[in-house]
């Protein structure tokens, strides 16, 4: 197995290259809220996800008592594909299925799937199924980084996520929130106070017209329909991976670094 540390990027727009070189097909990766593992196709390979951290591969709400010590087993079966089983209490949400409820199991898709825990707070799992292909036009290994990614501070990054969550969650029906749940929500957030309906489109505003300015259609009255204009901002965030499912994490504990 290879060790993913905690600056490793989110896994949703980014598949890590182990020793230099794409992962062969079916490997998976795991990558918690302090890394994760990568992990190869072998019959009876298994990654274990919890609270106890020492003992566990992934660590999952490391100071949450809501989490078990054990909470999810990912194992892989004899054609190399993988399956979750949830042991904890809590149960785990994966987008697009129903509830993994407690000694449930769960076939994983390949590709990218987000594991989320409520307990006193969100937690996040990252997983990823390689195809074993890096896209045509990825870079070399000895290649410089492209972020394509857009810049927020911390204030604007919190808002957008409370805006749109829904998607984050890929919760059934999802959409973005009036400018009062949003500001509801964040007045919810550690530390936060004083949010307002106007506040929360003042900054959602200024990350549009520093969009617009740097040639992003589709975002203002004049280019969309006003219905549309939060969609095609969400569009614009998601598909950049400027906003990831992680992001949600600051829901439950305000403002990162």
């Not at 950049?240 to 949600?248: E, R, Y």
Request: net charge negative; proline share 8%.
């Amino acid at each position: 197995m290879h060790v993913l540390d905690a600056h490793t990027p989110s896994l949703s727009h980014h598949e890590p290259l182990l020793d230099g070189r794409p992962a062969p097909a079916r490997t998976l990766f795991v990558l918690g809220e302090e890394g994760g593992y990568a992990a190869a196709p072998r019959p009876d390979t298994r990654l274990v996800l919890g609270r106890n951290t020492p003992d566990v591969h992934v660590s999952i709400g490391a100071r949450d008592w809501h989490v078990s010590r054990e909470h999810a087993v990912l194992r892989c079966q004899s054609d190399g594909s993988w399956v979750l089983r949830n042991g904890g209490r809590l149960p785990i949400r994966i987008p697009d299925a129903p509830a993994l409820l407690r000694e449930h199991e769960a076939p994983l898709p390949g590709g990218y799937t987000p594991l989320y825990i409520q307990g006193t707070r969100l937690h996040v799992v990252e997983l990823l199924i390689s195809t074993g292909h890096q896209a045509a036009d990825e870079a070399r290994p000895d290649a410089g980084t492209r972020d394509l990614s857009w810049p927020l501070n911390p204030r604007e990054r919190l808002v957008l996520v409370a805006l749109f969550q829904s998607y984050l969650l890929r919760a059934d029906e999802a959409h973005p929130l009036s400018w009062k749940e949003t500001s509801r929500w964040l007045n919810e957030v550690p530390g936060q106070r004083g949010w307002t309906d106007r506040k929360a489109e003042h900054v959602v505003d200024t990350v549009r017209r520093r969009l617009v300015a740097g040639g992003v259609g589709g975002i203002t009255a004049d280019s969309a329909h006003p219905e549309a204009i939060k969609h095609n901002l969400l569009r614009v965030l998601t598909e950049s991976a400027t906003l990831t499912p992680p992001d949600l994490r600051l829901l439950d504990t305000g403002i990162g670094e």
